[in-house]
Structure formats: structure tokens, C-alpha cells
């Protein structure tokens, strides 16, 4: 049985530049209420990009996290962006490679049970090698990692990145 939560009221307590953070209050279908806490954002791409045997990852470090994680090139939607606008943007600004074709292979939400970030996963089809040129605050490497080495690096904990190891799980095998 699903049981959808009515809102009642939003209040808004923080606005930033990437996430919007509200306290809201609910009601169940049974008439209790509820309140929830949401964290607003405007969504992101990611996109999996294999040639040759060898998949593209970027390893930066993550403030939140408090270390470097490795994952599939990734951005954040600029809002109203068409998300495989954004998906070739983030591959070229990342990695300098640029792909033909972009195919949308899932749509998943990264943390549901807070946050309505939705994330858009491509596979890059028909690249060709550019330049990269990362935003101003990301330093990142780049490698061209080995499926079966990545699928490794996924199994020993060493990829913990959720949107990487969704789109590992979407390689061709």
C-alpha cells in the first residue's frame, strides 16, 4: 500500500547556491501530521564513458565528505538545463572528451528519504579526444580505468561514489 503524505505548510530556512534546505509540515491520509525536512536541488548528470576495454573516471576531493572519492564525470543541472546539454558540458569540461551521441540510461534519486536531487545518467557514444577544462574550483585527475579493474575497485569498497556505482552496474558486459 503507498501512502502519499499531503503538504501543509513549507518554510523555507535556507536558500544557496546549490541546495535550498525547508522544514515542512504534512498530514498522512489518516489526518496525522507530520513534518519533514527537505533539501531542494536542482538535479545533476553523469555519464559513463567506456572506450577501448577502459571507463572514465575523475577522482577529486569532496568537502562533504572529507576525502576523494573517484566517480563517473558529473555535474549539477543549471535549473530549466536540458540534462544532455549539461551531460556533454560536464564529459568535456572533465575529461576534454567529446561524444557524438548522448543516451539516456536511467534516472534515479540520490538520497530519497531527504533530498529531491534526481540525477540523469548518459552513455557517451562516438567520442573523440579535446581539451579539458574544469570549473575553477575542481581539481581533479582523470583515468581511464579498466572495467574489471573498476568493478574491483567498486567490490573492495574503493569506489563509494553512489551515481559511479549505478552507472558501473550499467556497463555491457
Known sequence: MVVEE???????LYRGTIV????DEAVFPDGRKCRREVVEHPGAVCVLCVQAGKVALVKQYRYACGEALWEVPAGKLIPGEDPASAAARELEEETGVKA???ALLS??????GFSNEKIYLFRAEGMREGESHPDEDEFLDVAWVPLEEAREMAERGEIRDAKTLVALLRIES
Not at 6 to 12: A, C, F, Q, S, V
Not at 107 to 112: A, E, H, L, N
Open 20 to 23: 535550498t534546505l525547508r522544514r
Open 107 to 112: 534516472v534515479f534519486y540520490s538520497s530519497p
Open 6 to 12: 499531503k503538504p501543509l505548510r513549507k518554510e523555507y
Open 100 to 102: 557524438e551521441r548522448l
